[in-house]
């Protein structure tokens, strides 16, 4: 939870600089730099997350349900 809203807070200071560029304000460089660099790592980090737990839950369904027809099967 802390990477997406970590992803989020970045994303959202990214999109005020780009409303700022708009409308002719200055920005400073290193901010942009910074936010977009900490976004992107937050988000392949989730990414990475989501993939990381998505087959291990899969896994575990399998193991469960290989027990419950091995059981039935020795009755």
């Not at 802390?2 to 959202?12: F, P």
Request: charged share 10%; hydrophobic share 55%.
């Amino acid at each position: 939870m802390l990477l997406v809203q970590v992803a989020t807070l970045g994303l959202a200071v990214l999109a005020m600089a780009v409303l700022q560029l708009r409308v002719g304000q200055l920005v400073a460089l290193p901010m942009i730099v910074v936010f977009g660099l900490v976004s992107a790592l937050a988000l392949v980090l989730t990414g990475q997350c989501v993939l990381a737990v998505g087959p291990a839950e899969r896994q575990s369904e399998r193991k469960s349900v290989a027990w419950s027809t091995s059981e039935s099967e020795t009755r």
